[in-house]
């Protein structure tokens, strides 16, 4: 496998991790997928040294780090009550559920926080499926946002729902017209104007 195989492959593991974990948590599985996670923590340390990697690829596995160790830092918690049970009243209010929802709430929006402000001025995806890979969309369209700014563009506007459905006829369109397998996406600040260039890759 290439090393963008590979990151895409640790993207899926992530994402099936995440929704194992919930279903432990939820009551619908008695194991821990802790095989799986110990496959996710294989590969984040093969790339840890990013040195070897492109400016792209390091982005994608920086954002991905960021938000395993987000999570992970919540699964601990969520196991911990788990464990341990409630031992007031009042800590039943909150339950494995209750940290599900806010704290994930406030985890994923400090994620998209973090990851704007660290997006550069050029900013690259590729997209195949948008389905399943709209947290790339949702990069690409916080890069647009960051980069309107950046350009002196007042109250930069746009729904990410419009956007992501503008990138996936795009992306179908493009895939039929050129026979491709995927399309990257490019947003680039030049001369204070923001572009955003689609083409088809294999």
Known sequence: MTVDEELES?????????????????????????????????????????????????????????RYAIFSELWRQKLRIKEEGYRRPEDAALSIQGLRTEQERAAAHALRAKTAADLPETFVIDCGDVD??????????EAMMQAKKRSGE??????????????????????????????????????????????ATQ
């Open 154 to 199: 007042a109250n930069p506007s746009g729904r990410f729902d419009g956007f992501l459905a503008f990138i996936k006829f795009k992306t179908e369109q493009l895939r039929q017209k050129f026979h491709c397998e995927r399309v990257q996406y490019r947003v680039e600040l030049r001369d204070h104007r923001v572009h955003l260039a689609a083409r």
């Open 10 to 66: 640790l993207d899926d593991l992530l994402r099936r991790l995440k929704v194992e974990y919930d279903v432990f948590f939820g009551g619908g599985s008695r194991k821990q997928p802790t095989d799986l996670e110990w496959r996710v923590q294989a590969l984040m340390k093969k790339f840890s040294d990013t040195q070897r990697l492109t400016f792209a690829q390091r982005f994608k596995y920086n954002a991905m780090a960021q």
């Open 132 to 141: 399943r890979e709209a947290e790339k969309v949702r990069l690409l369209f």
